[in-house]
């Protein structure tokens, strides 16, 4: 199982930017998916998290600005960045609770991180 995340960058304080993250392989089906977070010298946060029956989680830092959601009939999350600060910069890093084919339970599974950095 593989998890491919993809977008982020440089914006500027108040823009937008989305990121998507696709999961691939022997997957027998998918729980939870979400977006974590870790700015330098801090710890991993959770930044929000979709059920895959689309309950919503967002940390109270970003909620009214980040919009999560999923398409499961292709194994993807998106997160949208809105009105984006510069305390969002950090490495982003996208999560799923992944059943494999042949497993009895799921398991959490990590893409790599995708660096967004905003300032002016």
């Known amino acids: 199982v593989q998890l491919q995340a993809s977008g982020g960058g440089f914006v500027q304080p108040g823009w937008f930017l989305g990121l998507s993250c696709a999961a691939s392989?022997?997957?027998?089906?998918?729980?939870?998916m979400g977006w974590y977070r870790q700015a330098p010298g801090k710890q991993r946060e959770l930044v929000a998290s979709i059920t895959s029956g689309g309950s919503t989680y967002y940390a109270n830092s970003v909620k009214g600005r980040f919009t999560i959601s999923r398409d499961n009939a292709k194994n993807t999350v998106s997160l949208l960045m809105n009105s984006l600060k510069p305390e969002d910069t950090a490495d982003y890093y996208c999560?799923?609770?992944?059943?494999?084919?042949?497993?009895?339970?799921?398991?959490?599974?990590w893409g790599q991180g995708t660096q967004v950095t905003v300032s002016s």
């Open positions: 999560n799923a609770d992944i059943r494999t084919k042949g497993s009895s339970r799921p398991y959490k599974y």
């Open positions: 392989g022997n997957i027998f089906s998918i729980n939870a």
